[in-house]
């Protein structure tokens, strides 16, 4: 059974900090790797999506990069701003899965300014 | 172009009822996801559906089910309800129905309380 991990549970850093999150995933036998957003009472936002034959995905000041073999990806954030303030989700599927996907815990990300 | 939309957002139920939740698709989506959000469990797939086909199923019990119109419009039935059924329940809409998922627009939720 696929298990994701997402560590820290929790990051506080101050405005125009780079910053990575952590995801981790028990089956490397993944069709693909989803990083998403959520505000506070709201539903999901994908930020990027990374196929198992790629490495690195980039939007803006965000880049993700995943490594099949060793169960990880992270998610860097560039030049944070209090706007980046919300909860990172990774989530992974695997083939003949459909749109099944099994999500992490999530990080919540505070940017003070 | 208009997201996906979730009726109603919120609501209050008591132990024993049934709820049905709603959710209609970007314009165009065939593919339609639920998923349940709760502090405790995080976010847990229910099940999805494709050309009103259920094509996966999440660990839930049969209190759980869900069907899709030929319009793509989807609906989540949850009977007999318990407090642990409290929670966030998130749809998710996509264009294509592929091998493994694709990018998914979810909706904003609807968040049930069962009293």
């Known amino acids: 059974k696929q298990e994701v991990t997402q560590i820290p549970a929790a990051l506080s850093v101050p405005e125009g900090e780079n910053l990575v999150l952590n995801c981790s995933f028990t089956d490397s036998a993944i069709y693909n790797l989803q990083w998403f957003r959520q505000d506070p009472g709201k539903g999901l936002t994908s930020l990027l999506l990374i196929q198992s034959s790629q490495r690195e995905q980039t939007s803006g000041r965000l880049n993700a990069s995943l490594d099949k073999s060793s169960g990880r990806s992270t998610l860097y954030i560039a030049a944070s701003q209090p706007g980046d303030s919300a909860t990172y989700l990774c989530?992974?599927?695997?083939?003949?899965?459909?749109?099944?996907?099994?999500f992490g815990g999530g990080t919540r990300l505070m940017v003070k300014p | 172009k208009a997201g996906v939309t979730q009726t109603p957002r919120y609501l209050i139920k008591t132990r024993g009822q049934q709820v049905t939740l709603s959710c209609s698709p970007i314009?165009?989506?065939?593919?339609v996801s639920w998923y349940q959000q709760t502090p405790g469990q995080g976010l847990q797939f229910l099940f999805e559906?494709?050309?009103?086909?259920?094509?996966n199923k999440g660990n839930f019990p049969g209190r759980f089910s869900g069907r899709q119109f030929s319009n793509s419009r989807s609906e989540m039935n949850v009977s007999t309800l318990e407090l642990g059924d409290s929670a966030l329940y998130l749809c998710?809409?996509?264009?294509?129905?592929?091998?493994?998922?694709?990018?998914?627009?979810f909706g904003a939720g609807s968040r049930l309380t069962v009293l």
């Open positions: 314009s165009g989506h065939r593919s």
């Open positions: 559906y494709f050309s009103e086909t259920q094509r």
């Open positions: 998710a809409s996509s264009n294509q129905g592929g091998s493994g998922a694709n990018v998914l627009t």
């Open positions: 989530a992974v599927s695997q083939r003949r899965a459909g749109n099944m996907l099994t």
